[in-house]
């Protein structure tokens, strides 16, 4: 799962490639299973993480525990301006899930 990883190094030039490689990974998992639901955390979890590391805030973890993130930041800073791009062509299945990700992490911050 190297591109999954790869988003916080995103540009114009591998936002098409990360995309193609997202679309294949997403179409090789069985509809509804666990493995499909693991890959879909891991993804959204990796599209919100971009967006942490550029405010170097504390995030929590999917299963609630607090993760500092000070110090870390995107490789390319212009990253996270092409993650929404991505998302958004993905299928409505990985966008759902980043959605509910963001949402986890907002409420779990701002309680």
């Not at 995103?10 to 995309?19: N, V």
């Not at 870390?72 to 998302?87: D, H």
């Amino acid at each position: 799962m190297k591109h999954i990883s790869d988003l916080q190094n995103l540009d114009q030039w591998t936002l098409r490639m990360s995309w193609l490689d997202l679309q294949l990974m997403f179409t090789q998992f069985s509809p509804g299973s666990n493995e499909l639901n693991q890959w879909l955390d891991t993804v959204a979890k990796a599209a919100i993480d971009v967006f942490q590391l550029t405010s170097g805030g504390v995030s929590c973890s999917l299963d609630g525990k607090e993760e500092k993130r000070s110090g870390l930041r995107p490789s390319k800073p212009g990253s996270i301006w092409l993650v929404a791009p991505l998302v958004s062509k993905l299928p409505s299945a990985v966008q759902g899930r980043v959605l509910k990700v963001a949402g986890k992490q907002y409420s779990m911050v701002h309680i």
